[in-house]
């Protein structure tokens, strides 16, 4: 994934009630059966966790929150970067090294779906049942419809290598430009326009974003900081010193080591992160404070 990232979304809530009314209060580690390769993931359904093994993998895992096992729900991936799931319970893959959309039925069968190009980065579903896909490295940003039919909503402009995606329920987009940290919001043409700016070095700020339970959260990657962006722009850091590590404890002195993935629990008490420069047996947990 530190070669192109992407962004889950998870619908719920209002995004006039982002602010600061909740806060993280400590990260804690589930330690996994086996060691993954993880970059982008979503809840599913069934209440396990789903966990795309990022550019040079072929694998999405399967992980039990209560036992931390590990199982391989599908492979033969060609490089998925994230995955989500849609409300009649399909699953949906970025293949960063094929051209395709994956469609993944719940028993981990898999077909080829909507034809995109190579390097298919973030995914993120709208209220009408359309696929948002983001390619960081053709700059673009499409949606796809229903029935496979693919639309490029944004290209170039102010967009730089967008990556991860999320959206609220009330259809608004959010993009995060990977390189650069900035997090633009489409207008109701399409239009990008630039929304905050997350900070830290370069050459990569961010991996994936996520809307939840009225909040939008930014992962840091070369912070090694997980972000929460207001309503208004405002970006406040709410978990990780800094600096590089595996280190559990009160949110702001804990340490993680390029964090890319994000994904929440259903009542958004919960953050799921993981580490993505190399496999990990931990799950880091961030506990949401209301």
């Known amino acids: ?11 719920a809530a209002t995004l006039l009630c982002l602010s600061w009314s ?12 086996k060691a993954i390769q993880a970059d982008g993931m979503t809840l599913g359904q069934d209440g396990s966790l789903y966990v795309a093994s990022a550019w040079e993998g072929t694998t999405i895992a ?13 492979t033969s991936q060609k490089g998925p970067i994230d995955i989500t799931q849609k409300s009649d319970g399909t699953f949906y893959a970025t293949n960063w090294q094929g051209t395709s959309i994956t469609k993944l039925s719940t028993d981990g069968s898999r077909r080829d779906w909507s034809t995109v190009g190579p390097k298919g980065d973030g995914l993120a579903f709208d209220s ?17 419809a229903p029935d496979g039919t693919v639309t490029t909503v944004a290209k170039d402009g102010i967009l730089k290598y967008p990556l991860g995606i999320a959206i609220s329920e009330k259809d608004e987009v959010f993009i995060g430009g990977g390189q650069t940290g900035e997090i633009y919001k489409l207008s109701k043409n399409g ?23 009225g909040r939008l959260f930014a992962s840091g ?14 970006v406040n850091a709410i978990a990780g010193s800094g600096a ?4 559990d404890g009160p949110a702001m002195q804990a340490s993680f080591t390029f964090p890319a993935s994000l994904e929440a629990s259903a009542d958004g ?8 420069l190399e496999k990990t047996d931990k799950l880091r947990v961030i506990s949401i404070e209301k």
């Open 221 to 234: 990657l070369n912070s090694n900081k997980i972000f929460e962006v207001a309503k208004d722009g405002t």
């Open 62 to 74: 399967k992980i039990d929150l209560a036992s931390g096992n590990v199982s391989d729900f599908s």
């Open 1 to 11: 994934m530190f070669k192109q990232f992407k962004k889950h979304s998870a619908l």
């Open 191 to 213: 239009d990008p326009q630039l929304f905050a700016t997350v900070p830290g070095p370069g050459p990569w700020r961010i991996g994936h974003l996520l809307y939840t339970n």
């Open 269 to 276: 008490k919960t953050l799921y992160v993981f580490s993505s």
């Open 22 to 33: 909740t806060s993280a209060t400590d990260v804690s580690s589930v330690t996994l059966s």
């Open 244 to 247: 590089a590590g595996h280190t």
């Open 128 to 144: 009408k049942g359309n696929l948002w896909l983001t390619t960081g490295s053709a700059n673009e940003v499409r949606k796809i």
